[in-house]
């Protein structure tokens, strides 16, 4: 007799066969599902939706193996030949569903983990204080000094339902300062693993007359559209009024919405709550989506 461990019936469940490896990784799956569309997913994969899937795939491909090795082995039996176009409908089949599955896990990953959201902007742009906004409380530090966050700072939110890990950023700007130096170039990293760029830009003062000026204020909205992610451009400061009613250039490729908004009294967090759903719908009844690199090697193998 002895204590039984953590996980110790999923394991045993999983060792005499009555759970699979993907049933298994359900589990755990719905232990850390932070929304209720990651809880639906494990709950599905846990039920054996996956499973059913690939062992649908798995039947079919044995069934062709067993006739074709038994007209190899067993000539003077009366055993149907193999028919070539038989044959290539059920591997194209096959390879339609695997390559489904392994679209499908872009899809999963961001239910599981969350979506990498970036806040890129000048300094005192509003980045922070829509960081602290989003999570309800004071996580990074706010104030009226440009350049208060030197580092990035990832913490997780769910907006609208979707998971964002969202990464607060130092201020895109040109300085001699080596540390500042450093957090400049962590955010171009940030914005290069990121699937999603939010542009802030001060809403309540408007664009430099200054032409260098307005380009270097504008340099957040040329980084975010060269990066071929989806981007949000966000006018902040709603709640000091002005309105600078900046609208990206025709030349450059447009975001995704155009919100104005304020930290302070929450205006316009609606919209952007809409724009971010649109972007990562929940799915819609299909609970078989890959959720894990281990999966989705596998299914690369089998494809």
């Known amino acids: 007799v002895r204590q039984a461990g953590p996980g110790e019936f999923t394991k045993r469940a999983f060792l005499n066969g009555k759970l699979d490896l993907t ?13 209720p569309a990651a809880v639906r997913q494990a709950a599905g994969q846990l039920s054996g939706a996956l499973s059913r899937r690939v062992a649908a795939l798995y039947d079919g491909l044995v069934d062709l193996m067993a006739h074709f090795h ?60 829509l960081l602290n906004a989003l999570l309800g409380y004071d996580r990074a530090i706010v104030t009226d000094i440009a350049g208060t966050t030197r580092d990035t700072v990832e913490e997780k939110a769910t907006v609208s339902g979707v998971l964002l890990r969202l990464i607060d950023t130092a201020g895109l700007h040109e300085t001699d300062d080596l540390v500042e130096q450093l957090g400049v170039e962590r955010s171009k990293k940030a914005v290069e693993d990121a699937d999603l760029i939010l542009v802030l830009l001060d809403g309540s003062t408007g664009l430099p007359a200054s032409e260098a000026r307005a ?3 504008l340099a957040p909205l040329e ?15 709603s709640d000091l009024g002005g309105g600078a009613g900046i609208v990206p250039d025709k030349d450059r ?10 930290s302070v009294t929450h205006e316009g967090f609606e919209a952007l709550e809409a724009a971010i759903r649109t972007l990562y719908p929940a799915p819609k009844g299909d609970t078989s ?10 299914i690369r193998r089998a494809l």
Do not use: C, H
Not at 23 to 35: F, I, P, R, Y
């Open 289 to 298: 989506l890959v959720t894990n690199a281990r999966q989705a090697y596998a």
């Open 23 to 35: 049933q298994a990784e359900a589990v755990a799956d719905l232990l850390e599902a932070e929304t």
């Open 215 to 217: 380009a270097e204020m």
């Open 70 to 129: 038994a007209v190899l082995d067993y000539p003077d039996e009366d055993i149907e030949d193999l028919q070539r176009e038989q044959m290539l409908d059920t591997l194209r089949r096959a390879q339609n569903d695997l390559e489904a599955r392994v679209a499908g896990f872009s899809r999963g990953r961001l239910l599981k983990l969350g979506v990498p959201t970036v806040l890129l902007g000048k300094p005192n742009a509003g980045k922070s204080s």
């Open 223 to 237: 980084l975010a559209a060269k990066s071929g992610k989806p981007w949000l451009l966000l006018l902040t400061k």
């Open 253 to 262: 490729r447009t975001p995704e919405a155009i919100i104005s908004l304020s």
